[in-house]
Nanobody, 124 residues
Framework: QVQLVESGGGLVQAGGSLRVSCVAS????????MGWFRQAPGKERDFVAA????????YYADSMKGRFTISRDNAKNTLYLQMNSLKPEDTAVYYC?????????????????WGQGTQVTVSS
């Protein structure tokens, strides 16, 4: 019942910044917990960040703390991930995900809906 479309990926030099977005089409967007995951070539899909329905609580993987910021604009049905101080190891496809319920999660299995991803490439 929720469709997610990511955008904003691209090529950036190490140390630079990028903001990716996820626009949701569906009812009751503001009631979903939202998350970002990423998958590098040949690797598993990993948790990046999550945000609760109000935007008041955020969660980050350790490697992203202090560099990435997750936010949401419920009026625009949009989720954001601001990425600063990017490193080559941040290169991956970044996926937006939506989860029913109130509790954010770091696990792929907990999320009900997924976007197709947007490619972020960080050059050295």
């Amino acid at each position: 019942q929720v469709q997610l479309v990511e955008s904003g990926g691209g090529l950036v030099q190490a140390g630079g910044s990028l903001r990716v977005s996820c626009v949701a089409s569906g009812r009751a967007f503001r009631y979903y917990t939202m998350g970002w995951f990423r998958q590098a070539p040949g690797k598993e899909r990993d948790f990046v960040a999550a945000i609760d329905w109000s935007g008041g609580s955020t969660y980050y993987a350790d490697s992203m703390k202090g560099r990435f910021t997750i936010s949401r604009d419920n009026a625009k049905n949009t989720l954001y991930l601001q990425m600063n101080s990017l490193k080559p190891e941040d290169t991956a496809v970044y996926y937006c995900a939506a989860k029913l319920g109130l509790m954010p999660s770091e696990t792929i299995e907990a999320y009900n809906y997924w976007g197709q991803g947007t490619q972020v490439t960080v050059s050295s």
